[in-house]
């Protein structure tokens, strides 16, 4: 996912990375909690290498996702 991420990103015409974030939804199959916060945590990352503003998407995360970007950034 990084490689294809970074690839993106090289592209002059890309303004910010978007909607990136957790979905908790326990009703609907998701990706493991882990899973979802490595993502997350990574895009935020290569958003601040290229320096790019995020569209962060929250759903039932909310304290997690603050906590994340606190950390990361």
Excluded: H, W
């Amino acid at each position: 996912m990084e490689l294809n991420l970074r690839r993106c990103l090289s592209n002059p015409k890309v303004v910010a990375i978007g909607e990136i974030g957790l979905d908790y939804r326990s009703n609907i199959l998701r990706p493991s909690k882990e899973t979802q916060i490595e993502a997350f945590t990574q895009q935020i990352r290569l958003a601040r290498s290229k320096n790019l503003p995020v569209i962060i998407y929250s759903r039932q995360s909310f304290i997690e996702t603050l906590e994340i970007l606190c950390k990361v950034i």
